[in-house]
Each structure stands twice: as structure tokens, then as C-alpha cells.
């Protein structure tokens, strides 16, 4: 409790801490525990410290009206919070989608720049191309025609497309 009003929450914790692993049955360590939880903004676990110490001593007013009460109280707080970020997210998010501008993928220049890129597609693909490396190293690349193909001897060189 001294190191909590010295706003020193990390030894805090760590002390209560030890106080409930030396005496596991002491409400009042379970409760001191909670405040230092709290301290750190461990919610969670600090409701579950409130409730430790209530389950050992359940006619404790402080830990019920005071303690767990604030606790849960903070725990609809952050909830709370959360959901007003997440929905303002998703506002961000649609907002941004609503912004892309809407593009006319019909238009007759997105048509024509299809049909240029299908006829150089066609122009490649009846000449085959052969990359050859010789055994040294050497890399060429040799573009055949149907009606002359041009075979390097089988013994000097590896052939791949």
C-alpha cells in the first residue's frame, strides 16, 4: 500500500503479489492486490483479485461497494472506448472506399490498349526463343523461325526455354 501511494505500481504488484502467495487466504492481500492491478490498468485481473478477496471474506463492504464496483465500472469504460474506436475505424475504412474514384474499364482507350498488348502477345509467341548456355558459361539467346531451326550440337551446349 506504501509503494502504491508512492505511485511506485509495478513493485507494488509485485509485493502484493508475494503477500498472496505467503498468505493465499488473506482477503486483504487479494484486495491490495487488486488496487495495485488496477494501478497498472490490469482491469481483468484486478476484478478477479476483487472477487478472490470476496470469496474469502463475502461481508466485506469496501471490497464490494468500493473496489469491485469501481473496477467493473472502469472495465465498461474501456469497453466502451473500444467500441467508439473500432466503429470510428470502420468510418475511416468507408471513407476511404468511397473516395477511389470509379473507372470506365469499357472506355474505348482501355479497350485499345488490350488489343495492342493481345497482338504484341501473339507476335512473341510465334518465334521461339531458345536460351543457350554453353558449358564455359557463355549465355545466348537464339530466336528460331519455323522454317529454319537453329540446333546447336547437342554436346556443347544445354538447352532450356
Known amino acids: 500500500q506504501v509503494l502504491m501511494s508512492l505511485h511506485e505500481m509495478f513493485p507494488a504488484v509485485h509485493a502484493a503479489e508475494m503477500a498472496v502467495q505467503r498468505n493465499p487466504r488473506s482477503w486483504d492481500a487479494w484486495q491490495t492486490l487488486g488496487r495495485a492491478q488496477l494501478g497498472l490498468g490490469e482491469i481483468a485481473l484486478a476484478i478477479r483479485s476483487f472477487q478472490v478477496s470476496l470469496h474469502i471474506f463475502p ?27 473500432v466503429q470510428a475505424l470502420v468510418k475511416g475504412k468507408e471513407l476511404e472506399q468511397e473516395s477511389i474514384p470509379d473507372y470506365d474499364f469499357e472506355s474505348d482507350e482501355i479497350v485499345a490498349v488490350c488489343a ?27 530466336t528460331e523461325q519455323d522454317n529454319c531451326p537453329a540446333t546447336p550440337d547437342e554436346t556443347l551446349f544445354i538447352r532450356a526455354r
Open 59 to 85: 461481508m466485506n463492504p469496501e471490497v464490494w461497494k468500493e473496489d469491485l464496483s469501481w473496477a467493473r465500472k472502469l472495465q465498461e469504460q474501456q469497453k466502451a472506448t473500444e467500441t467508439e474506436s
Open 116 to 142: 495492342a498488348i493481345a497482338e504484341k502477345e501473339k507476335a512473341l509467341s510465334a518465334a521461339k526463343t531458345m536460351v543457350i548456355v554453353s558449358a564455359s558459361g557463355t549465355v545466348e539467346t537464339v
